[in-house]
């Protein structure tokens, strides 16, 4: 699966704790066995938006945009609270 990563998620990535950010490198690793965005553990789609998506971490969000069902963008890396108020489209 391509993935590539927005400039906003590098900023929002910094920010986050690190046992966060650990479990997102575990997540990472899980990336590279699927080969589907459905096969991405706790990745749900947004309501109300076409090909954006979420995985829950813990008590952060990261959202994320399907191109096509082989290639995904992460876009923002953030708490519960912010990120669907941060979402950008």
Known sequence: ???SY???FFKDFSSVPEYVQESFAELRNELEKVSTIRQIP?????????????IRIGDYRVTLVSANENSI???RFLSRGQVYKKHVK
């Not at 706790?42 to 979420?54: A, H, I, Q, S, V």
């Open 42 to 54: 706790n990745c749900r789609p947004l309501k109300g938006e076409k090909d954006f998506y979420r």
């Open 73 to 75: 963008e992460f876009k």
């Open 6 to 8: 927005d400039r906003k």
């Open 1 to 3: 699966m391509n993935v």
